[in-house]
C-alpha cells in the first residue's frame, strides 16, 4: 500500500515549487486514490482499513492543497518555515488597504439587476489578470528565496483570491435570479 511521503509535492512526484503540472497532479491523484480507497479495503483488517482511510485522508488533503494556488503558495511557505498565519501590519501595504475596499465598495454599489453583469465581468477579468500576475511574482520571489517578500506577496494574493470569489458570488446572484 501507498506511504505518506515527506511533503505534498512528493507525494505527488512533483518538483518542490509553485508552478506545478496540473494534469499529472491529477492524474497521480486518480492512480493514488484508486489503490488507497477505503473501499477497496472492505474486507481487510481493521488496522488496514484505517490506515487507508488515514492514506486517502492524507491524499485528499495534499491533492487540494497543491490545486490550490493560494493554499500551494501558503503550503510552501510553510515548508520554508514562514508562519502566513501571523499578518504584521508591515506585510500589508497600505495602498493595497485602500484599493481592496475601494473594490469593494465598487463591487457593493453595484446595481442588484442585470445592468451590473458588464461590470462584473469586467472586475473580474481584471482581478484575473492581476492574480495571475501577481502568482507569477510570487513564485519567482519564492525561487530567489526572498521569503520575506513572498510573504507579503502572499497575504495580497489572499486579498484578490477573496475579491475574485466576492466577484464571482455576486455573478451567481445574478444568475440565480
Known sequence: MLSIADN??????????????????????????????????????DEQRLLAIKLSSHLNEAYQTLKSPLRRAAYLLR??????????QSDLAPE????????????????????????????????????????????????SGALAEARKLFHELQFLSKLQAEIEKAEDALFAE
Do not use: C, K, N, W
Open 8 to 45: 505534498y509535492f512528493s507525494q505527488f512526484h512533483l518538483p518542490v515549487e509553485y508552478d506545478i503540472d496540473l494534469p499529472r497532479l491529477d492524474s497521480e491523484f486518480r492512480q493514488f486514490q484508486q489503490l488507497v480507497h477505503p473501499d477497496r479495503h472492505a474486507a481487510a483488517s
Open 79 to 88: 515548508l520554508q518555515g514562514v508562519d502566513v498565519e501571523q499578518v504584521e
Open 96 to 143: 493595497l488597504l485602500l484599493e481592496q475596499m475601494q473594490l469593494r465598495e465598487q463591487l457593493a454599489e453595484l446595481p442588484q439587476d442585470e445592468s451590473a453583469f458588464a461590470a462584473l465581468e469586467q472586475m473580474g477579468d481584471e482581478t484575473s489578470e492581476r492574480l495571475v500576475g501577481r502568482q507569477r511574482d510570487f513564485a519567482a520571489l519564492l525561487a
